[in-house]
């Protein structure tokens, strides 16, 4: 998709800086495990697929993927404060490294849940790590241990994340045009 679609407002953050912030979370998710260990990386599907595949590519050691899929939106752009896990994990956690991968970070309800749940299966290690998050949006405290970009509080698709399941392939992030869903 050459052309900015109708329903998009701008090009938020570009392929280049999102490519540059992955590698330098990767090392920062590299020097935080302890050296040589195995990671599973859990992707809060969907949005985080993108952003998973990439990062997984960029961490110097071995991972393996699990998937939790958990419900906080439905289609449009408002939460339901309502989080529920509808896949759960595949792997036992317990005595692992785990890394939670999540496309961005709004209210915070989905993550505090996630977090919460994930702690009593007992890992050795649970760390987050966030591609976006929009501070001014949120209702309940959290804050990942791997940031990449903290946005203004506008709706943005692209790099996994959607407009009614729309936009995941865009190699870029993009600002949706509020007249699209207000
Ligand atoms: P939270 O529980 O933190 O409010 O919600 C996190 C989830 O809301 C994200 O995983 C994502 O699915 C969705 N979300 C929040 N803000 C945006 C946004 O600007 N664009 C898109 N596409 N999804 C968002």
């Not at 939670?100 to 290690?125: C, H, M, S």
């Amino acid at each position: 998709m050459n052309e900015l679609d109708h329903q998009l407002e701008k090009i938020l953050i570009t392929e280049d800086e999102i490519k540059k912030k992955v590698q330098e979370l990767a090392d920062e998710i590299d020097t935080a495990f302890p050296p040589g260990e195995e990671i599973i990386m859990i992707c809060i599907l969907r949005g985080a697929v993108v952003f998973m595949a990439d990062l997984a590519r960029c961490l110097e050691r071995q991972v393996t993927f699990d998937f939790m899929d958990v419900s906080s939106y439905g289609s449009g752009t408002v939460t339901s404060g309502v989080v529920r896990i509808i896949k759960d994990l595949e792997e036992d956690i317990s005595g692992k490294n785990v890394l939670i991968v999540e496309d961005i970070i709004d209210t915070g309800l989905t993550l505090k849940y996630v977090v919460k749940v994930l702690k009593t299966r007992k890992p050795a290690r649970l760390k987050v790590v966030t591609l976006l998050d929009k501070p001014e949006r949120r209702v309940t405290e959290f804050k990942a241990d791997f940031n990449g970009f903290a946005i203004p509080d506008m709706f943005v698709v692209g790099y996994g994340l959607d407009y009614a399941q729309k936009y995941r392939n865009l190699p870029y992030i993009a600002v949706l045009k509020a007249s699209v869903y207000s």
